[in-house]
């Protein structure tokens, strides 16, 4: 099992330029969550999703979409990226509750983006 | 909204110290509370959990941690650290579906 993987490792865009984060994960989790980390801050929830079809609003929502059309995959969208969005973006999963690992999140490895 | 401290920014020890990291949070319903670890170059990894029972829960490598619902905290411990403990500690509180971190705690372990 791969677990958790992110698309790009890496990213640099200009300001104003837009782009698409991709999460994959194979464990068949229901649960999927975006995070930004930022120096001093932790990690922040952007959006997450409890099934597929289905997103809400983290504690950072403002500049972001995501889409979750296929239970693997959870998209995450930059429309018009800012230099205050320069952070590195993590996706997590976990399962539902009752199963093994119950809310237990698994990481990918993130991705680091730099909005110049 | 709940919301996550840890009052420790970077904590320097030698090896064979122990170590206590805090953590408060401020929801006062029904919560579940993680601790999970970044090593250098590394992505998030689940040290231990809190969900209900026993208020002193052990997880990997010697780490425990201690949930005290009077005190809405939910501290870590390890009676003697090593050099392989350097890393970032993150505290996580679970309210529904929404999970908020910590700050995150740098640990610092000197040989």
């Known amino acids: 099992n791969a677990g958790v993987t992110q698309t790009p490792k890496f990213r640099v865009l200009k300001t104003g330029q837009s782009m698409t984060l991709l999460c994959a994960q194979d464990m068949n989790h229901e649960y999927m969550y975006w995070y930004r980390q930022d120096p001093g801050m932790g990690l922040r929830l952007i959006h997450y999703?409890?099934?597929?079809?289905?997103?809400a609003k983290g504690e950072v929502p403002d500049g972001y979409n995501v889409s979750r059309l296929k239970k693997q995959n959870f998209l995450l969208g930059l429309e018009s990226a800012a230099p205050s969005q320069t952070s590195v973006y993590f996706c997590a999963s976990s399962s539902l509750p009752g199963a093994p690992a119950e809310y237990e999140q698994f990481f990918g490895p993130g991705t680091r983006l730099t909005v110049l | 909204a709940q919301s996550v401290s840890q009052h420790n920014h970077h904590v320097i020890l030698s090896e064979a110290a122990s170590l206590e990291l805090g953590c408060n949070y401020s929801y006062g319903g029904t919560v579940n509370l993680f601790w999970y670890v970044q090593y250098p170059g590394q992505h998030l990894q689940l040290l231990l959990k809190?969900?209900?029972?026993?208020?002193l829960v052990k997880g990997i490598k010697g780490f425990e941690a201690e949930f005290i619902k009077s005190k809405f905290s939910f501290n870590l411990r390890k009676p003697s650290v090593q050099w392989s403990d350097t890393a970032e500690y993150f505290c996580a509180v679970r309210v529904v579906d929404d999970m908020r971190f910590g700050a995150g705690t740098r640990l610092t372990v000197k040989p």
């Open positions: 999703s409890v099934g597929e079809g289905t997103t």
């Open positions: 809190y969900f209900s029972g026993d208020p």
